[in-house]
């Protein structure tokens, strides 16, 4: 199981998650989100020695502008969290040497398939409409979600669902609310169950 620990701020949380080996470390770059950090908050990430991890800025509909600063600092992936087209990401996979993740929203069977609009993305990441309101996957849409290391899934995944959601074929998920006690602050004590629940869970898993 990979997985994305999303909304993270980058002085408290980062080191944590690389102790634990999160695969993917998301930065929010949203004004609305009550995870929305500046591009400057970046700067420490030069600090980490992050091995294998990808540090991951989540952005909604950005122009160049933004993601010339964001490409600066010690970013290796960039999550599309707008109404990006694929020959959007295709332009920024030729501007910039960053990964590309293109965020689906999903209310119904139809919008899974929109995955196949977006090939310059090198991962999809299937979300439900409330980005980030911990709005539960319906199960019997996680069973029709394309399935593989390039594609993610969130919403309401925590310690007591992600055992069920491996069962169910997925390999990536990516959460951010559930690992809070606090609304946009992260509890480094859930952060830790949930890994040492997916460590467990990937002894026992053969890919």
Not at 52 to 63: G, K, R
Request: aromatic share 8%; proline share 2%; glycine share 4%.
């Amino acid at each position: 199981m990979i997985v994305k620990c999303c909304g993270l701020n980058p002085t408290r949380d980062v080191q944590i998650c690389l102790d634990l080996k999160v695969n993917f470390l998301g930065f929010i770059f949203y004004k609305k989100s009550p995870r929305n950090i500046k591009i400057s908050d970046l700067n420490i990430l030069k600090n980490y020695n992050r091995r294998n991890s990808l540090f991951t800025a989540v952005t909604v509909n950005a122009n160049n502008e933004m993601i010339d600063q964001i490409s600066s600092k010690n970013i290796q992936c960039l999550q599309l969290h707008g109404s990006e087209t694929n020959e959007r990401i295709k332009e920024i996979k030729q501007r910039y040497n960053l990964k590309v993740i293109k965020t689906i929203q999903v209310k119904n069977e139809t919008d899974i398939e929109l995955y196949k609009k977006y090939s310059y993305a090198d991962y999809i990441l299937h979300d439900t409409p409330s980005m980030e309101g911990s709005i539960e996957f319906p199960v019997d849409l996680i069973h029709k979600l394309p399935k593989g290391e390039n594609f993610a899934i969130a919403g309401s995944i925590s310690e007591d669902t992600i055992e069920n959601i491996a069962k169910l074929g997925v390999k990536w998920c990516d959460l951010s609310s559930k690992l809070e006690s606090k609304l946009g602050y992260k509890d480094h004590k859930k952060i830790k169950k949930f890994m040492d629940k997916v460590k467990q869970i990937n002894e026992n898993t053969t890919f």
